[in-house]
């Protein structure tokens, strides 16, 4: 029964993370610079603040929609 609770958790945080490396060659890219550039520590910080912002949109995202479920409108 666990192994089917943490199933979806890790799936999604594996998709967060997929997304995240993703959202951080891009911004490294705009700075022109590689993961060469960085040691393992400072990636790990700025994959996790891709992370962050990503998870924060996710939740924003969520927030919107139940409201609009809800008949609420944030933007009246």
């Given at each position: 029964?666990?192994?089917?609770?943490?199933l979806?958790k890790?799936?999604?945080?594996?998709?967060?993370?997929?997304?995240?490396?993703?959202?951080?060659?891009?911004?490294?890219?705009e700075?022109?610079?590689?993961?060469?550039?960085?040691n393992?520590?400072?990636?790990?910080?700025?994959?996790?603040?891709?992370?962050?912002k990503?998870?924060?949109?996710?939740?924003?995202k969520s927030?919107?929609?139940?409201?609009?479920?809800?008949?609420?409108?944030?933007?009246?």
């Amino acid at each position: 029964m666990n192994n089917i609770i943490s199933l979806p958790k890790s799936f999604v945080t594996s998709k967060i993370r997929k997304k995240a490396i993703l959202a951080t060659k891009a911004r490294l890219a705009e700075h022109h610079k590689s993961f060469d550039d960085y040691n393992d520590e400072e990636l790990e910080i700025i994959i996790a603040d891709e992370e962050r912002k990503i998870i924060d949109d996710l939740k924003t995202k969520s927030l919107v929609i139940t409201l609009a479920a809800l008949g609420l409108n944030l933007f009246v």
